[in-house]
């Protein structure tokens, strides 16, 4: 059974900065993309960040772009979205996501993965 688990979220101030971490296990995690999506209070699931298979090409959503960053450590079966200057409009909940297919692309929509973690709650005062 494959189960990722994100940590790393908490309560700080506007212009802090944070680092997720989303542990994956149950199966081989070095093949397969990871993606990072959020939930704002009344808001939509959206995209984030996502990094491929290999760990070469990564892609980070524009509105975070010069802020966030994506990065994977194979041997550790982990992923990290780390952040930076964060605001308070990135309050959210921050979720871990990989696909159920080997060497598979990455995607910037939740349909384009099988598997998620429950989330790590994030909240930026300012």
């Known amino acids: 059974q494959v189960q990722l688990e994100e940590s790393g979220g908490g309560f700080v101030q506007a212009g802090d900065s944070l680092r997720l971490s989303c542990e994956v296990s149950g199966r081989p995690f070095s093949h397969y993309p990871m993606a990072w999506f959020r939930q704002g209070p009344g808001k939509e699931r959206e995209f984030v960040a996502a990094?491929?298979?290999?760990?070469?090409?990564?892609y980070v959503a524009e509105p975070v772009r010069d802020r966030f960053a994506i990065s994977r450590d194979d041997a550790k079966d982990a992923v990290y979205l780390q952040m930076n200057t964060l605001k308070s409009e990135d309050t959210a909940r921050y979720y871990c996501a990989t696909r159920s297919i080997p060497q598979s692309t990455y995607g910037t929509t939740e349909g384009t993965y099988d598997y998620w973690g429950q989330g790590t709650q994030v909240t930026v005062s300012s």
């Open positions: 990094i491929a298979w290999h760990g070469d090409i990564w």
